[in-house]
Nanobody
Framework: QVHLEESGGGSVQHGGSLRLSCVRL????????AGWFRQAPGKEREGVAI???????NYADSVKGRFTISRDNSQRNIYLEMNSLKPEDTAMYYC?????????????????????WGQGTQVTVSS
């Protein structure tokens, strides 16, 4: 069984930076894609950034050039470096992992019905 735990959320001012971390407990023996999603109050969940087993990445257009997803060599930890944060980046950020799915497919997975999901960490950006 795979369990994901996020950390690193918090409150920052417009233009600030935060780094989110996600640790994976449990083993994955197949190709997978994993990454970050977010959901703001009253809005649909959206994919933010994905990285796969081969370190191929995929980003939402709204965060390209500002956010960077990475993982460590053990592939148990995934990070999201967020720079130039804007108030519209305010949301609950979730870590998720999808076995046998490409980064392009994974970025579109907004329902908790597929894959493995963490409980989320709040990011608040003030103007």
């Amino acid at each position: 069984q795979v369990h994901l735990e996020e950390s690193g959320g918090g409150s920052v001012q417009h233009g600030g930076s935060l780094r989110l971390s996600c640790v994976r407990l449990g083993n994955i023996y197949s190709y997978y894609s994993a990454g970050w999603f977010r959901q703001a109050p009253g809005k649909e969940r959206e994919g933010v950034a994905i990285i796969d087993s081969f370190a191929v990445t995929n980003y939402a257009d709204s965060v390209k050039g500002r956010f960077t997803i990475s993982r460590d060599n053990s592939q148990r930890n995934i990070y999201l470096e967020m720079n130039s944060l804007k108030p519209e980046d305010t949301a609950m950020y979730y870590c998720a992992l999808f076995p046998s799915m490409t980064p392009q497919q994974a970025l579109l997975q907004i329902s908790s019905g597929s894959g493995y999901w963490g409980q989320g960490t709040q990011v608040t950006v003030s103007s």
